[in-house]
């Protein structure tokens, strides 16, 4: 009776992100250790907290990289206890490490990873327009490039991607100011178009405003943070 | 995406990161000269090379395998792009096959140089009536050796101590290679009077080999990768 | 009995693989001595 | 003695012989009476051969290690298959299989050094690359390279994936191995055991050796696999400590920041 009118006052939306009691193992130290987190869709979400607490963990978990040692986990409706590669595709990561071919130009990699996914050139040029790449820099080996240069890269091929589920590391980390607001707008945008996108970051004010909602990652935790 | 195409795709990104980078160029193939030199010093007598240079061309493209191995999934481990291409939902068996496409191609190249080698420093002749029967050898012994190479690169490219594990798992597995190549080889080039008639069988082997583990890693490579 | 010439092969051969079984041996019942007091009684299945 | 009068924690037969049972009890005293008898025979009561002379008393062990390495590593293959067929994934099939390759290993360790002895006496050298040989040299290598591989880290079920995937691959290189070093090599030397030229008394030494020897395989595997059960189970005990731990971080941080 109770989930009836539930269900009529507030429509069941299922959330993109459902753990409960997640642990997840990096060899025999639980880098998660019962970590719950329910995000909805269209939220972008900042993860933040200590050094080693976790966040890394939980988005390569969310991503399908790491196993589900105990506790449930769906992401984007699939069980990743049952089969965590099933969710893959549809995710989008940009971990510590960029991802990209270091002997490559970056067309070439925007190119290979949008290829993965089946996109066309037209979405490629305008990955490469979105990240501010498309010109003396797009034929440019990715080894030869700045920090800061090979993150645009690695963002422009998560853009060219289209995933539903973006999860980003530290995004902000190494980027200029145009590098930074260039990737704000790209996250909003990508929210606003239906997509959900989750950040882990130190970087409190930047992110802080990017961000819908914030909660705390702490030893291998998660915890509300009261806004 | 299906495997196929994920197999072109992933051929042609290796394929053009040795155009960009031509370390197989540069250090592989001038590495397996030198062996080809060595051998000369080691055994010090023209007709004991000229006898045993077939076997001396196989051995040295097996310790060559091992060195273009281990670059092909630096490549990928380098900057965490095996992770990106799992995240990507790439098929795993398709990466499989274009991995090893790339690697017969270089093979290929490497192992034409080795018989020039062959010809100029130990006498080797090539005689006219053995000419398919090297052809169908060299055919069959790369793929096999292709496949092998890119399945227990792929197991030891996320493990620890990579470098002395790939030698001991893949060694003793290519072995059959080596003797069926190597016979082979000798029956096309006349080595101790023999004639094409008695390479033929084989082939046989060197074929079944290629057939083994082409279907088995395919099947297998997913699973000795997604840890 | 053994012939005195290829005495020192055969007692090696018996040497070395009763000498390699009891060491493997040991080296069991030593591993299993350490972890068994970690594991309570209960989750042995075979006790 | 005394330690064992004030223990009151644990039952004092199970400590010292944590993954013994009733049955592996008798199963060991077995063996160990089938190794005496070996011994006894093999040495000492039985004759000499005519042809091989003493060196007949080699072939006691090495026949019987040969045949136990070879159906190790086939339990070793078949315990993988049976985990990957099953879908609740059994840990306990990856145990045996991992059990038995490191059994079999030494099997196959004792074979080689023995064989290499025999030969110095029958053939007048420790190794000859005959087919039956080299292929029992490379399975050696190939299931040190398994072993190699079980002892990467990860979960348990990644281990076990894994290491069945790499046993399934190696039951499928070792008829090649065999096929192409038979072809390269085809002449075999005598096999005096194979052709029942052997003695009656010799026959049964021979007898003897392979049932000590299978018994004694049956009891190391036992073993061997509860060990590694114990182990794995050290593990998680070692899990859920960490994870207590690393929760407890949340409490500290709080302790620490303003």
Known sequence: MDSVVQRVVQPVVQPVVALVDVVAVLGSFPALAGASLSVNRGEILLLRGPNGAGKTSLLRLCAGLLPVERGTATVLGCDLVADRTSVRNRVGLLGHSNGLYADLTVADNVRFWGATVGASQHEIDASLTRMGLANRLADVQVAKLSAGQRRRTALACLVARRAELWLLDEPHAGLDATGRDDLDVTLRSAAAAGATVIVASHELERAGALATRVVEVVGGQVRQVAE | MNTWRIARLVAAKDLRVEWRSRVVLNQVLPFAALVMVMFAFALDNDTVLTRVAPGLVWLATMFSLLVIVQRAFAVETADGALDALQVAGVRLGGIFLGKAIALAAQLAVLELMLLAAAIVLYKTEVVADGIVLLVTTFVAATTGLAFVGTLYGGLAAGAKGRETLLPLLMLPVVAPVLIGATRATEAALGTENATPSDGWPWIGLLALFAVVFGVGGTLAFGSLIDE | ?47 | MTGFMTSTTSPAPSDRAPTSTTFSRALGIAALVGIGWLIVFGLFLSPNDRVQKTGVRILYIHVPSAWLAYLAFGVTGLSSVAYLWKRTRSLTWDRIAGASAEVGVLFMGITLVSGSLWGRISWGTYWTWDARLTTTAFLFVTYIGYLAVRGLGGTHQQRAKRSAVLAILAMLEVPLVHFSVTWWRPLHQNETVENGKLSGLMLFTLFVGIIAFTLLYVWLVLHRQRVLTLLDQVDDQGLDVAIVERRNEVVNAQEVSP
């Open chain 3, 1 to 47: 009995m053994i012939g005195m010439l290829y005495a020192p092969y055969v007692i090696g051969s018996y040497v070395v693989t009763f000498v390699g079984i009891g060491l493997y041996t040991l080296r069991i019942l030593a591993q299993a001595r350490k972890a068994a007091g970690q594991v309570p009684l209960q989750d042995r299945p075979w006790s």
